[in-house]
């Protein structure tokens, strides 16, 4: 059972600069996909970027792109969400997540954390 502890949220100005860490422990395998999805209030859930934990391609919703980094340290067994220009209606608790399925399509959120909150102030 894989297990998923974020930390790295808060609360910002417009424009200002997260990164959000993942710590993973029993880990699925060696190249999995691991990602980050958002839940805003009243709101469902929706991917924000996904990446297999070795490398290659990496997937972004294109509200985040160009603004969200997504990496992997395997040395550290650690996923990271760098939050760039962020906007108020980033506003959300953040999860980290194994999800199951095709990378980056969000079709099964697999397991997850217990999510940070990030808070956009405009």
């Known amino acids: 059972q894989v297990q998923l502890v974020e930390s790295g949220g808060g609360s910002v100005q417009a424009g200002g600069s997260l990164r959000l860490s993942c710590e993973v422990s029993?880990?699925?395998?060696?190249?999995?996909?691991m990602g980050w999805f958002r839940q805003a209030q009243g709101s469902e859930r929706e991917g924000v970027a996904a990446m297999y934990t070795r490398g290659g391609s990496k997937y972004y919703a294109d509200f985040v792109k160009g603004r969200f980094t997504i990496s992997h340290d395997n040395a550290k067994n650690t996923l990271y969400l760098q939050m760039n220009n962020l906007k108020p209606e980033d506003t959300a608790m953040y999860y980290c997540?194994?999800?199951?399925?095709?990378?980056?399509?969000?079709?099964?959120?697999?397991?997850w954390g217990q999510g940070t909150q990030v808070t956009v102030a405009s």
């Open positions: 997540a194994a999800p199951r399925g095709s990378c980056g399509m969000w079709r099964d959120f697999g397991s």
């Open positions: 029993g880990t699925t395998g060696s190249n999995v996909c």
